[in-house]
C-alpha cells in the first residue's frame, strides 16, 4: 500500500483510467468526503438542481458515447433527478449514479440524511443498484457499474456510498479489465430475415434512436437506398437515425395504434430496427397492423423485443445488423420508389401577431448553420421541425425518451460541454416551449457559466398546447392548469447570466438568432407565438 492510499484515492485512479472525469451534481454535505480536494484532472460540471445535472449528465454521455458520472446528494437529490432518469433509461445513456450514504456507524438509527433502503429508491430505472458491503468494496463497485452501464442495452447504474467509506486505507486496486459493449446478431436468422425482405413487393423501414446511438446512421441509408424502401421514423423519436430530407424519407409513423397501421396500409413488411414496436400514445384504437402485413424487429434490448405486441425478433447490435443486411438483401432496383415526404411548408400571407410555429421555423430554417444539433423540447410544434428543419446528419438531433418535460433545457448544456470535450464546436439549438422551459430552467445558468454556444428559442405561448390538444382527442373539457400567464422569461433568463432577447416578428427573430450565433455565450431568444394544435 502506498503512503497515504485511500479508498478514495484508489477510486480516483481508477475513474481516470476510465475516462471518468467530468462529474456532474450538485454538492451535498454526505459527497463532500467523495469530493474533497478534488483533482485538477478532473471538471466538476455544478448545476443548481439535481434534474438539470441528470440531464446534462444524459446528453454528455450520447453526445460523447461513454458512460458519465454524476454524484447527486442521499435521497433528496436522488428524488430530485427521478424525473430525468426516467428519460435517461428510456434512451439508453450509460450513467454511473452515486449518492452518498450516510456514516455506517448512524445508519442503524436512521439518522438525518440516511438513506432508507438505498438501491431500492431509483428502481425501476436502473439496470442495477448497489451499495457496498465494505469500503474496500468500492472501486470494485464502480468498475462493476461501468461494465453494467456499458453493456447492451446500456443504461444507467446507480451506487450509494456510506460518506465514511472513502477515506478508509486501501491498497491500489488492479483488477481494471475491458468491457464488450456489441453483441452479434445471429447470422442464420438475419439470413432468413433478409430473404423475407428481398421478396417484399413493398416493404417499409422503420428505424429508431438504437440506430444513430450505435453509429449505423451511414449503414440505414445504404440498406434504404439498396432497398429502394420507403422509411419512415419511429413513434416520439428520442434520436434522428435517417435523413429527413432523403426522398425516401416518409416522415414519422404516427403516434396511435391507429395512425400508424394506417400509416402502413401500403406496404406487405415493415422492418422495425433500433425502435419498440411501437411506442404508443395516446390510445386510439384501430388494428396493431393492417391485414396482410408482416413485421420484423431487430433491437439490442430483450426487453424491448420481448414485450413488442407483434412480429418476428431479432437481437443483436443494429449497425452490424444493417451493415450484415445491405449485403444480404436482394437489389431492389425493380420497385417502383416511393413519393417523398409532402413538405406543403404554407405560411400565412400577412405575417402573423403573434407569429405561428410555422413562422418560427420557417426563419430559423434560413439562419440555422448546417452544422447545427437541436434539442428539441416543445411537444407541441415536432411535426413543424420535421416539415422546415429536418435532421440531416447523424448525432444531431436530441429529445426526452421519457415523455416528461423539463430534459430539453439542461441536455443542451450536456451537448454543448460533450462537444468542447471532444474538441470542437457546433452552435446549438434548443426549441423550448415556455412551459418546458420552467421545469429545469436553472440550467442556464450552468451554460451562461460556461459561455456555451448554445441559443435558446423559447415559444411563449402562455399555456401547454400539447395537453390542450389531449384534452381534444380524449373528450376531456374543464381540465384546470394548462394556462402559464404572468411569466417573464427574459428576465428569469437574465437574472442567470445570458443574453436575452424577446421578438414578435420574423425579422426581429433572425436578427436576433444571427446575433446569438456570434455572441460565444448562452443566449434565451424569447418568441411570442400562437398555440399550435399537436398533430397526434
Known amino acids: 500500500m502506498t503512503e497515504n492510499s485511500t479508498v478514495r484515492s484508489v477510486t480516483y485512479d481508477l475513474l481516470r483510467s476510465l475516462r471518468l472525469t467530468t462529474v456532474f451534481g450538485n454538492p451535498g454535505s454526505t459527497e463532500q468526503t467523495f469530493l474533497q480536494e478534488f483533482p485538477d484532472d478532473f471538471n466538476y460540471v455544478m448545476a443548481l438542481q439535481e434534474a438539470s445535472a441528470m440531464a446534462m449528465a444524459d446528453a454528455f454521455a450520447q453526445v460523447t458515447r461513454r458512460p458519465a458520472l454524476i454524484?447527486?446528494?442521499?435521497s433528496a437529490g436522488v428524488g430530485n433527478s427521478m424525473g430525468n432518469l426516467v428519460a435517461a433509461y428510456r434512451g439508453n445513456t450509460p450513467l454511473i449514479i452515486t449518492?452518498?450514504?450516510?456514516?455506517?456507524?448512524?445508519?442503524i438509527g436512521e439518522p438525518y440524511l440516511g438513506n432508507r433502503e438505498s438501491t431500492t429508491l431509483p428502481k425501476p430505472w436502473v439496470k442495477w443498484s448497489y451499495e457496498p458491503a465494505r469500503a474496500q468494496d468500492v472501486p470494485e463497485a464502480f468498475l462493476r457499474a461501468y461494465a453494467v452501464a456499458l453493456q447492451?442495452?446500456?443504461g444507467p447504474v446507480y451506487l450509494s456510498i456510506p460518506m465514511d467509506d472513502w477515506n478508509q486505507p486501501l491498497d491500489g486496486f488492479t483488477r481494471t479489465r475491458t468491457i464488450s459493449d456489441k453483441v452479434s446478431p445471429d447470422i442464420e436468422r438475419l439470413r432468413l430475415f433478409a430473404d423475407r425482405i428481398s421478396a417484399s413487393r413493398s416493404p417499409a423501414l422503420v428505424f429508431g434512436p438504437e440506430v444513430d446511438r450505435a453509429g449505423g446512421w451511414d449503414a440505414a441509408i445504404a440498406l434504404a437506398e439498396k432497398l429502394r424502401a420507403s422509411v419512415y421514423g419511429a413513434p416520439l423519436l428520442d434520436r434522428a437515425s435517417f435523413p429527413e430530407d432523403h426522398p425516401l424519407f416518409r416522415g414519422p409513423l404516427g403516434l396511435s395504434v391507429k395512425t400508424i397501421s394506417d400509416h402502413l396500409t401500403a406496404h406487405d413488411l415493415v422492418i422495425v430496427i433500433g425502435a419498440e414496436v411501437f411506442r404508443y400514445y395516446p390510445y386510439v384504437p384501430g388494428d396493431y397492423l393492417p391485414a396482410g402485413t408482416e413485421l420484423l424487429h431487430i433491437t439490442s434490448d430483450?426487453?424491448?423485443?420481448?414485450?413488442?405486441?407483434?412480429?418476428?425478433?431479432l437481437l443483436g447490435d443494429t449497425r452490424t445488423a444493417i451493415e450484415l443486411l445491405v449485403d444480404l438483401v436482394a437489389d431492389g432496383t425493380?420497385?417502383?420508389a416511393p413519393e417523398p415526404m409532402p413538405r406543403p411548408r404554407q405560411l400565412p400571407q400577412t405575417p402573423g401577431n403573434p407569429l405561428s410555429p410555422p413562422e418560427v421555423y420557417a426563419t430559423l430554417s434560413r439562419v440555422r448553420p448546417a452544422d447545427a444539433v437541436i434539442?428539441?423540447?416543445?411537444?407541441?410544434?415536432?411535426?413543424?421541425?420535421i416539415e422546415w428543419l429536418p435532421t440531416v446528419r447523424s448525432g444531431s438531433f436530441f429529445a426526452t425518451a421519457s415523455g416528461g418535460i423539463g430534459w430539453g433545457t439542461p441536455a443542451a448544456v450536456g451537448v454543448a460541454l460533450a462537444d468542447r470535450a471532444d474538441g470542437f464546436s457546433r452552435p446549438v439549438i434548443g426549441l423550448i416551449g415556455d412551459g418546458s422551459f420552467q421545469y429545469s430552467v436553472q440550467g442556464i445558468w450552468t451554460a451562461a457559466q460556461h459561455r456555451l454556444p448554445i441559443v435558446y428559442v423559447v415559444m411563449r405561448n402562455h399555456e401547454y398546447s400539447i395537453l390542450k390538444s389531449f384534452a381534444?382527442?380524449?373528450?376531456?373539457?374543464?381540465?384546470?392548469?394548462?394556462?402559464l400567464p404572468g411569466i417573464d422569461?427574459?428576465?428569469?433568463?437574465?437574472?442567470?447570466?445570458?443574453?436575452?432577447?424577446?421578438?414578435?416578428?420574423?425579422?426581429?427573430?433572425?436578427k436576433e438568432f444571427t446575433a446569438a450565433l456570434n455572441a460565444e455565450t448562452t443566449t434565451v431568444i424569447v418568441v411570442s407565438t400562437q398555440p399550435q394544435k399537436a398533430m397526434l
Do not use: K
Not at 454524484?71 to 442521499?74: C, E, P, T
Not at 449518492?99 to 445508519?107: P, T
Open 71 to 74: 454524484n447527486l446528494h442521499s
Open 99 to 107: 449518492s452518498g450514504q450516510q456514516h455506517r456507524e448512524l445508519l
Open 152 to 154: 447492451p442495452p446500456a
Open 302 to 313: 430483450p426487453a424491448v423485443a420481448a414485450y413488442a405486441r407483434m412480429g418476428d425478433s
Open 334 to 336: 425493380a420497385r417502383v
Open 375 to 385: 434539442v428539441n423540447e416543445s411537444t407541441s410544434t415536432m411535426a413543424q421541425q
Open 472 to 483: 381534444v382527442l380524449e373528450e376531456t373539457p374543464g381540465v384546470p392548469g394548462l394556462d
Open 489 to 510: 422569461i427574459a428576465s428569469v433568463a437574465r437574472g442567470y447570466g445570458c443574453r436575452t432577447a424577446e421578438v414578435e416578428t420574423a425579422e426581429d427573430l433572425e
